[in-house]
Every structure is written in structure tokens, then in C-alpha cells.
């Protein structure tokens, strides 16, 4: 080889080695950022999980895959604030039904249930290997029931105590908040100063309060209040899940609702809300009765729907609050969505089964149904309940959140609400393209920079250089949720690409069966090394209370600083790879003495049996 020649081979080698500077590129785009603001067209590099370039490539840039958009949208990876997927990953470690509407983040833990060790299910999720990306809040419900069962008392001091420091355990584990289900047992027993006193230890770490208000119908401005109160006393942020108006005789309330949270704001509390788009609801039959007739365990109820006299008085009070009270014609807005005991009722509305079961449809004998239903082992149910004018009204509001409210779907399981398969496709293809209700960029910064900034996952959620790679190419004409109620087991379409953290889980609208998800841990996370994390005495070795500008780590030595309350992401964003590390040598129990007594139900119990109230 001539001198010459072998410079020619040097230099190709180089340029090659150059030019492969990126993992992904993506061109021909539409770009939307995320922040709200207009499309644009421009190209993006993806390098080692992150966005390396957008806008224009440095000349020369290529990368071994090649994504033509063909001007279609490319946007962040839709976040969903508010899921239910404890259990889920196990089954379905890719998480499909998310995947192909779009969603590349979940915040799981809501509505008071969430998984009792979190530091425990994030090194198992990370073992497992996920999907798509996963944070989660800490169950009220489940810390009450871990530490006093399914009781209707208050504490005593020490369950208290013992309430607060599962509670800051879970925040140093990496819960992103706490969550409430005040509709579901042991969230109805539990009072305000109690809840008070429970989220006061999570804005400690800087993290946010999520509620399922008491009431979303007849006495929803008291809820709001509550929520209110327990934010403003502990100065911490305030989000109100799955906002809604459910009540016959209040529909047309969202307005002023929305204008409870305005004012608020405009007083100076951090408070927002998100919703499902759809009017009809989903829970378990439990909360069809009346309070009092769903303490103690599931045996515990059926025994007293059982019973003669008490099971009068479960009718006359399912009449009372649902006819007299809530103004409805008859129970024709409830549907059971999964009865195991008789799938042949599946789809079905009590009207309906009450004249196949007791060929009668007045409202004893549709009352009587949700009794037997309940005697039966329970189902899960679908209440047509809202009214679409506030369901717009609710989306239009600029602070609104788009979040399905569902888990991970099982292809062919029951028939559940079509949310969990269809809510963000739904939102781009009736409430943008088809109602004009939102413009396109405004409804997808709903869905990723406004959810991101609100659970502070501040590399996420946007177009920028820096950026964790997670987003979605779609087609707006093309995206549709075909979930229906009648037929819910279908994937949206129009989503053609997926990508999380850079790894595509769908290619060219076919799933690739990747697991590129981390665990996105809250600002109170103490780190994977910290193997002292039972530091207890935060107040005085530990993490110094929220008005304080430093923080500091666990008695490990580690220390973490932040310059203020809440932006202490230590690192989170890379932070997944540093999941899997042992941090539970020399934890304490989490069970108190008094909870040791056990068996509570857990919050693994199936769906019916957690939700236990009516509203
Ligand atoms: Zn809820």
C-alpha cells in the first residue's frame, strides 16, 4: 500500500468513525416541543438515551437507524400523572396498551393504593426490566391499612408516628408524593389533621400532595377545601386527580370548580388537576354502598349485605343517595365491567340484570342486584355518570393534565374502561382534530412538560438538547382510540414510533418487545448507596425541614444538597441505572407492632375489593 493510500484509509476510517456520532436519527419532522409552543420542521440526533441535536444537524451527522417522519409530529413521550399499575408490570413488562397511545412515562401509587415497600417493587421492576418509564406516589390508604388495618377509628399517637415515618420512608425510597383515595376505606375513616399531618411529612422532601377527593358530586366544593387545607398548611403542591363533576343534579359545575382552583393559585397555592377524557367512570361495586356497611375485610361486608336487616337498610340507602340525593332516573349508568362469579353479565347495566336475575326493574330490584353482585364476590364496575360539557370544559382548562386512570390492559380481560387503552389517542383525535377544542401543541404540553414540571422529572417531557430520548412520531390524521366501552380491547392507532430513553418499543407501529424504562425517583430519593436508610430522625440528623435551603442525606455520611425545596433531583435522570444496587441492608420493619397482627387485605387484592365507597 502506497503512502498515499494508506492516508486515504486513515482518513476514511475517521470520517466514518465521525459521521457515526449518533444512535438514532429522526428527519422530516414536525417538531412540538412540548412547552405549547408552535411546530417546526427540523431533524434530531439521539446519542447515549438523550437528545443530542434537534433543529439542524451538524453536517455529516448520521446514525446507523434512520427514522423518515414524512412530516408527520414528533413530540415528548406522553407522561401519565395518574395510573394505577401495581401488579401490572409483572404481566405485561411492556406495558403495550401505553405504548400505543403514546405514553412513555407512568406515575402509579394513586388514589391512596400503592405498593407498601417501594424501595422493594423499584428493584424488582428494574429486575424485571420495563417497558416504558415508571415513578410512583405512597398510598395513604395502604399506610393506614399497613399500620391500623381497615378500621374506623382514629389513631393513636403511635400509629400516627408510625403512619409518618412510613410515609418519609417512601419519600427517601423515591416516591414523587402521596396519594389519597377519600372515597375508598380507610381513606373515609381517615380525617383532615390526620392527612394533615401524614402530607406535612412529604413536603419535607418536596413532594406533592395527589387527592381522590371525598366527593366529585354533591359536596365537591368541601372536597376542593379539604385539598386546599391540607396544601396550604404544609405550603406544598396540591394536584386533584381525575377532576370531574359526577352528580346529575350538578352537572355544568366544572365552572365553577375550575374557578375554586383559579382563585386558589391566585391566592398563591400550587395546585392543578388532571383528567380523563371520558364521561363515564370506573371502581368496584363496594362503592355503591353506603359507608358504614364496607368496613373490615371482604368477608366483613358480605356478612353484613347478608344479613336481613342490614342488608334493608344497603337498599334503602342505595335508593336514597342515588334517586332522592343524586337525581338519577334509575341504576342504567352503572355497567359491570368484570363479574367472575357470571361473565355472562359482563357489559351489562343493573337495569338489565335485575330483569334477567329478578325480572323486575324497579328500584328495589335494581338495588337488590348490586346487593347479590356484592354477596357474589363483587365486581368492577363502569358508572356513566358525567356530562361531556364538563368533560371539555375540564380539558380546555390550561392546567389540566391528560391521565388515563388505568393500569396496565390485559388483551381480553373483562371489560373495562376504554381509557386504559385509549385516553391520549382520544384527546389528539376528538378534543384536537375532530371538536377543535385544544390546539395540537397545547393539548401534547398537557400530556408532557406541564405533567413533567408538575412531578419534576426535569429532563423529560420536552425537545431539547439534553433531554431524556423519550417521544412519539405520529400521524395526527391517522391516530384514533378504537377502545370502545361496548368493545375496550383494542390499541389506539397512528403512533407509528415510540421511543423511550433513546431504545424504540415501537418501530414502525410495531412493538419491538424492548424494556428501556427506569425508575423515576421523587426529589426525597437518598440514592442507591445509601445503605443506612432508616435514618428515622430526620428531623434532627436527617433531612432538615422544607423551609431550609440545604438538605442533607441519611446518617450513611452521604450527603445531598439542594439549593431549594423540590429541585433536589439528584440526578435522577440517569438515576434508573442506579436502581438495581442493594439498598436494604440494616432497613427496619415497616410494619408496626400492631399492624404485625395482620392479615389486612392487601392492595394487591383484586380490584373490587380496594375500592370501597360510594360517591
Ligand atoms: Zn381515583
Request: include cysteine; charge should be neutral.
Amino acid at each position: 500500500m502506497t503512502r498515499f493510500a494508506r492516508l486515504l484509509l486513515l482518513l476514511s476510517l475517521a470520517s466514518n468513525l465521525e459521521a457515526k456520532d449518533a444512535d438514532i436519527i429522526i428527519k422530516n419532522a414536525r417538531i412540538i416541543d412540548g412547552a405549547g409552543n408552535p411546530w417546526y420542521r427540523g431533524e434530531i440526533a439521539i446519542r447515549d438515551k438523550r437528545i443530542a441535536e434537534i433543529g439542524n444537524l451538524s453536517p455529516g451527522t448520521t446514525a446507523p437507524i434512520v427514522i423518515d417522519a414524512a412530516e408527520r409530529y414528533v413530540t415528548p413521550g406522553f407522561i401519565d400523572v395518574h395510573t394505577h399499575c401495581e401488579g401490572d408490570f409483572a404481566k405485561n413488562p411492556e406495558a403495550e396498551s401505553f405504548v400505543r397511545m403514546g405514553v412513555t412515562t407512568v406515575v402509579t401509587g394513586n388514589c391512596g393504593s400503592s405498593y407498601a415497600d417501594l424501595a422493594k417493587a423499584f428493584t424488582s421492576h428494574t429486575q424485571l426490566g420495563i417497558g416504558i418509564n415508571m415513578a410512583s406516589l405512597v398510598g395513604q390508604g395502604t399506610v393506614r391499612r399497613e399500620v391500623m388495618g381497615n378500621r374506623n377509628r382514629d389513631p393513636v399517637t403511635t400509629e400516627i408516628e408510625a403512619m409518618k415515618e412510613i410515609v418519609a420512608q417512601a419519600m427517601r425510597d423515591g416516591a414523587v408524593g402521596m396519594s389519597t383515595g377519600l372515597i375508598y376505606t380507610p381513606g373515609t375513616y381517615t380525617k383532615t389533621y390526620e392527612l394533615v399531618a401524614l402530607a406535612g411529612e412529604v413536603a419535607k422532601y418536596g413532594g406533592l400532595y395527589a387527592t381522590h377527593m371525598r366527593s366529585e358530586g354533591g359536596e365537591i366544593e368541601k372536597a376542593i377545601n379539604e385539598a386546599l387545607e391540607i396544601g396550604r398548611t404544609n405550603h406544598m403542591p396540591v394536584e386533584i386527580s381525575h377532576f370531574k363533576i359526577t352528580s346529575p343534579k350538578r352537572f355544568g359545575l366544572s365552572t365553577m370548580t375550575l374557578q375554586m382552583v383559579e382563585e386558589a393559585r391566585k391566592a398563591g397555592q400550587d395546585v392543578t388537576v388532571d383528567q380523563y377524557v371520558y364521561t363515564a367512570s370506573s371502581t368496584g361495586i363496594n362503592t355503591m354502598l353506603p359507608d358504614w356497611a364496607v368496613e373490615g375485610t371482604t368477608t366483613d361486608v358480605q356478612n353484613r349485605v347478608k344479613d336481613p336487616q342490614q342488608r334493608a337498610k344497603i337498599v334503602e340507602s342505595i335508593i336514597k343517595s342515588r334517586r332522592d340525593e343524586g337525581g338519577r332516573p334509575s341504576l342504567a349508568y352503572a355497567f359491570v365491567s368484570n363479574f367472575k362469579a357470571d361473565k355472562s353479565i359482563n357489559g351489562m347495566n343493573i337495569v338489565e340484570i335485575a330483569k334477567k336475575w329478578r325480572n323486575s326493574d324497579t328500584w328495589e330490584a335494581q338495588a337488590e342486584t348490586v346487593a347479590d353482585i356484592v354477596t357474589s364476590g363483587g365486581a368492577s364496575m363502569v358508572f356513566h355518570s358525567m356530562d361531556e360539557g364538563d368533560v371539555r370544559n375540564i380539558a380546555a382548562y390550561p392546567w389540566t393534565m391528560f391521565a388515563s386512570d388505568s393500569g396496565i390492559r390485559e388483551m381480553g380481560q373483562g371489560v373495562p374502561h376504554p381509557r386504559g387503552y385509549g385516553n391520549n389517542a382520544r384527546v389528539l383525535a376528538r378534543y384536537v382534530r375532530d371538536t377543535g377544542l385544544l390546539r395540537l401543541e397545547d393539548a401534547i404540553r398537557k400530556m408532557s412538560s406541564l405533567p413533567a414540571q408538575r412531578f419534576r422529572f426535569f429532563d423529560r417531557g420536552v425537545l431539547r438538547p439534553g433531554a431524556a430520548a423519550d417521544l412519539v412520531v405520529f400521524d395526527l390524521a391517522k391516530v384514533q382510540d378504537d377502545s370502545t366501552f361496548e368493545k375496550p380491547h383494542a390499541f389506539s392507532r397512528g403512533f407509528d414510533y415510540v421511543m423511550v430513553n433513546g431504545d424504540l418499543v415501537i418501530d414502525d407501529g410495531k412493538l419491538t418487545g424492548k424494556r428501556p424504562g427506569q425508575i423515576l425517583h421523587g426529589p426525597g430519593w437518598t440514592g442507591a448507596n445509601t445503605a443506612s436508610s432508616t435514618a428515622v430522625d430526620h428531623g434532627a440528623k436527617g433531612v432538615v425541614p422544607s423551609k431550609a435551603n440545604e438538605r442533607t442525606g441519611t446518617k450513611s455520611g452521604r450527603k445531598r444538597v439542594s439549593t431549594t425545596r423540590g429541585t433536589g433531583d439528584g440526578g435522577r435522570g440517569s438515576g434508573g441505572d442506579r436502581v438495581g444496587a442493594d439498598r436494604r441492608d440494616g432497613r427496619q420493619p415497616r410494619r408496626s407492632p400492631d399492624a404485625a397482627k395482620g392479615p389486612y387485605p392487601t392492595w394487591d387484592a383484586p380490584e373490587e375489593n380496594r375500592y370501597l365507597r360510594p360517591f
